[in-house]
């Protein structure tokens, strides 16, 4: 207190009742270490003096230490006195020292028993200290709080320039309460200190106004930001001219929060805030005006929104977006999800359409490059001149037709990214061969260049066809295929994972708003055996066809046409079927099942059938055998050679051997 307040208070200390008695009846000011004490200052103190209870804080940099503490971490405060105690554990948890678990150290409390504690905090020396503690945390002395300094000097009618100058250097040091910054609106002493402390050293703009917007104070910030002039306190802000974005949002009866306004003159993006604060044992409020400056923010975010919408190189997708609950498309996710966490070269193989770009996004968004750019490029689609600039990037000059400048290769795009290849198997030699030193050495030229740049890229390769075979063809280099091949997923064609075809036509049919679509029982049966050739991508197709071809339930004639013939097909093949079924016996379908299978397998004669058929443990006799070869040669399922050919299997054999297994 001396030293911040010396120059202006004579100050006195006393310890005990007797030091009291020559000291507090000359005091104008009465300050008391902890609210026991009240009664008897009271007594002593004359009737027109103020008495002010002391609040202490510690040093700011070793409140922060203790804010660092795991959440959680048991901690005791151990000062010689209660009083003391508790008053630090609230100033800590004013302060925000909320991670901390703080009890108070006196006898008989119940809280302690049995209970291990991490930390001890003492201010100095203490006789307080338990036994057993994990470590010891020293606070250093107890400081005046910053609240109690100003409280002293206002209540004083001594606080001037080189005062709040002297208390703003010494609250820098000191801890504060979080909600500080509220606390000091309720007298106009406290608002001009702590604008001129703290406010000042802020870049928002920062005012306090009262009820009827006039200025009680506020940082340059405020009046650069606004383009207001000097000298503004103590006059109301509706008296500027204001443009209309920013005095809506500072004068609207409605909340506002963050209201991003752009003010005319300067040209800056600004968000505008006002937040009421109520003043205790008044109907009157004080508001706090923000402004924040954010017109680098915004451009930078235009800039790289523009970027990246040129470009293209943004993930979409996760692995959220796979849709699969079959055993073959789970197993495939997992996998792909294990691969993601895995930052090497991976090949993805799959036929057209099953989704393999959307695997490649969904690693990309999973791994730890997902911040960075998502870089893809269909080898087929670019013609073989022009791969390698595109891949590797040019210099200025490099071949006709060259930008000025030079270009960028897909590589230097998705430096710290992924670069997905898709249609790996398209690239030609030579640049197969480029392709593999920068997978080697991480380094690539661009054309016309004799410089090498540094790259770090994840290289996601895709095809559709066999690579393997493709490097037996002298068409894909051996070298390229095993640096390519370190980690690869299978993904499944739709006819390997039928479980899924309902539940993705359902989910493309929420996509286009039609998921109360009703789809007739035999087209929904149809669609499950259907090959899917073009699988996901096929499918995906048909369901938004047939959702926008239908007004009402979806049935065969919704169906596009080269799948409506298939299912007319089927249909012709199943009555077919069943017709010729039930020519045939219950007792017969098993063995004509046997004499089908066989014959399948080669042609052969009704004497090798029938050794056969006994040598597998069926129960077939020769006229047996006899009348069931004549009903299919009736049907049509069977043809009998000449000589020893023997009987060979028709393509209506085939089918109707299909319905009998099935």
Partial sequence: MEKVLGGHL?????????????????????????????????????????????????????????KRYPVGTEAIACFNFYSSAHQAVNVLYEAGVTNLNLYIDYPGNQNLDGKYMDLALISGQTDRLPPDVGEVFDLGPRRLSLTTLLEIAAKADVLDDSLEAQIAQYGADVSTSDDYLTHFFYNSAAAALQ????????????????????????????SALLNLPEGLMGQRLQKFDLEGEVADAIFSSQPCQNRLCTPKVSGRSVVVSRETIKRPGSSQSLFLLRVKDITELTNLETSLRRQIAKRGHVAKHTFSDIKGESPAATVCIQKARRIAGIDKPTLIIGESGTGKELYAQSIHNASARARFPFVAMNCAAIPVTLLESELFGYDEGAFTGARRGGKEGLFQLAHK????????????????????????EKEVMRVGSRELTSVDVRIIAATNRDLNALVNEKAFRLDLYYRLNTLTINVPPLRERRADILPLIQEFLRQEHK?????????????????????????????????????????????????????????????WAEERLNMLSPSDRQATADVLSLLKRKPMGRRALLQVLLEGGGYMTEYRLRAILSRLRQLECIDFGRGRSGCTITAAGEKLLESLRK
């Fill in 417 to 440: 990214g992924t670069l997905f290849l898709d249609e790996i198997g398209e690239l030609p030699l030579p640049v197969q061969a480029k392709l593999l030193r920068v997978l080697e």
């Fill in 10 to 66: 004579c100050i006195r200390s006393c310890s005990n009742e007797k030091e009291a008695d020559s000291h507090i009846a000359d005091a104008d000011l009465v300050l008391i270490t902890n609210p026991y004490s009240f009664p008897w200052a009271r007594r002593k103190m004359r009737q027109d003096a103020s008495i002010i209870n002391l609040i202490f804080a510690f040093e700011r940099t070793r409140v922060e230490t203790l």
């Fill in 515 to 575: 998921e109360h679509a009703e789809i007739d029982l035999s087209v929904q049966t149809f669609l499950t055996r259907y090959a899917w050739r073009g699988n996901i991508r096929e499918l995906r197709n048909c369901v938004e066809y047939m959702v926008h071809i239908a007004d009402g339930p979806i049935g065969e004639q919704h169906l596009p046409d080269y799948i409506r013939a298939e299912y007319q097909q089927a249909i012709e093949g199943r009555e």
């Fill in 195 to 222: 604008l001129r402390s703290v406010m000042e050293s802020l870049d928002d703009g920062l005012a306090i106004c009262d009820h009827e917007f006039r200025i009680l104070n506020l940082n340059r910030s405020f």
